[in-house]
């Protein structure tokens, strides 16, 4: 069965530090990885990978994957009070079933 | 992206009773899945419902429990049968293209007293 770990789960910082989140996965048949934020009720779309080593970048955000190892991190520099949220890393897997399997997340909050 | 008008964004409802959630996809989509995300945890695929064929529930959830209508490719409901205080969860809706990846619907808050 196919697996996400995210941590920290909760993180405090203050306004204008640089936060990293973690994601490792265990997956059988690996298609891609998929970070979300999720403020309210629906997550919104952050970054897709599908490679090693190709840095995704938006912004101030910016993502990462190691298909070796089986983790990826969300890097988020200077952050704001507005990058406050829950942060979801989610697996697709293999074959013609295109659901996703998503990990815990890691609550982020930014003090001002 | 695909864009899902997500109904009712909240609701607070009586155990016993049963409540519909509707998305309506402002495209032709094939494929649907309805995520249920209780306090504190990360969402759970309940079942992928596609047009033309029955919905397909993951382990622990059954169409008595969660039916599922999909009469076309723009429309999808889920209902909470039955519920109880443990059904209190975010539900949501979400779509895959080819296009644009996964987009979800603006979930529906379900508090059960």
């Known amino acids: 069965e196919d697996k996400v770990v995210q941590s920290p789960l909760s993180l405090v910082v203050h306004e204008g530090d640089t936060v990293t989140l973690n994601c490792s996965y265990e997956?059988?048949?690996?298609?891609?990885l998929l970070w979300y934020k999720q403020e309210k009720k629906a997550p919104t779309f952050l970054f897709m990978l599908?490679?090693?080593?190709i840095e995704k970048k938006s912004g101030r955000l910016s993502s990462i994957l190691d298909k070796k190892e089986l983790f990826s991190i969300l890097n988020i520099t200077a952050t704001q009070t507005g990058d406050s949220a829950v942060y979801l890393c989610a697996l697709h897997s293999g074959g013609s079933n295109y659901k996703l399997t998503f990990g815990k997340g890691t609550l982020l909050t930014v003090n001002p | 992206s695909a864009v899902i008008s997500q109904k009712p964004s909240r609701d607070i409802c009586q155990r016993g009773t049963s409540l519909t959630i509707q998305c309506q996809v402002d495209s032709q989509v094939t494929m649907m899945f309805w995520y249920r995300q209780q306090p504190g945890q990360s969402l759970t695929l309940i079942a992928t419902a596609n047009q033309g064929s029955e919905a397909t529930y993951e382990s622990g959830f059954v169409i008595d429990k969660f039916p599922i209508s999909r009469p076309n490719l723009t429309f999808s409901t889920l209902t909470v049968s039955n519920m109880s205080p443990e059904d209190s969860s975010i539900y949501l809706c979400s779509v895959f293209t080819s296009d644009y990846g996964y987009t979800f619907g603006s979930g529906t808050r379900l508090t059960v007293v």
């Open positions: 997956v059988t048949n690996f298609r891609s």
């Open positions: 599908t490679s090693s080593g």
